[in-house]
């Protein structure tokens, strides 16, 4: 969401009590303490050191946080591939996902009984449940976006939809914007916080006093919507 420039990450691993965890450094000029977190997405480890810090000094640290991370690691949710069965918060709303390999067509949800419909060979299912989310993502995404962008009398350029790793959307200065497709899996009210905060980078490309008051007045009582991207927006990436 921010338009803030991040030293790129280096993927490694660390091996802690015998076990090898992924591991990402991120070097971050802004950072005064070197932290550890554990990454939902990767099941790994993620460290963030301050810039004059000496990755040694950083690895130290993970290593004292051993059994603290470990345990972490132990408790995460576990991986919920798109596979007949598997049950998925479509809009925030579980919904189960039912291979139909005697019928023809792509993908169908039937509302009345939050069913994920999906026909054709089981190997294509996890795909096709995938391209169904991005376009459900383009139709839910474009609609909001679009309505209010006239609202402010700006023009989208372009609105793009991928699997972004640590953004949820971005708005660029030519107006394009972009969004994960993973916010079909997050409650509506938290998807349409997230395409009020893009649009509203329209008319303030910053994250200025001004910019949160257009962020308010267009999306009012989003605080929730914002603690739940912070709580639980990781999660989103265990799915597919
Ligand atoms: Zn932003």
Redesign the pocket.
């Known amino acids: 969401?921010?338009?803030v420039t991040r030293a790129p990450m280096q993927a490694n691993t660390i091996e802690l009590d015998g076990q090898l965890v992924p591991l990402e450094v991120q070097i971050n000029g802004r950072a005064r303490n070197i932290s550890v977190r554990v990454d939902e997405r990767t099941g790994g480890v993620e460290l963030v050191l301050p810039r004059f810090v000496a990755k040694a000094e950083g690895l130290a640290f993970v290593r004292e946080k051993t059994h603290w991370i470990l345990r972490q690691l132990r408790e995460l949710p576990p991986h919920v591939p798109f596979e007949d069965g598997a049950v998925i918060p479509y809009l925030g709303d579980d919904h189960l996902i039912a291979h139909r390999p005697e019928e023809r067509g792509a993908v169908w949800l039937e509302p009345a009984t939050r069913t994920i419909n999906v026909a054709g060979e089981a190997p294509h299912v996890a795909r096709r449940v995938t391209d169904w989310l991005k376009k459900q993502a383009r139709i839910e995404i474009s609609e909001r976006a679009h309505a209010t962008a006239a609202a402010l009398d700006k023009r989208i350029h372009k609105i793009q939809i991928r699997d972004t790793r640590s953004r949820w959307g971005s708005c660029s200065e030519e107006a394009k914007l972009s969004f994960s497709w993973r916010l079909m899996l997050a409650p509506k009210d938290v998807l349409t916080y997230v395409v009020a905060?893009e649009v509203a980078?329209l008319v303030e490309l910053n994250?200025s006093n001004r910019f949160w008051r257009l962020v308010d007045r267009l999306c009012p009582n989003n605080e929730p919507a914002k603690y739940w991207l912070k709580r639980h927006g990781a999660s989103l990436h265990r799915f597919g």
């Open positions: 969401m921010a338009p905060h980078h994250h």
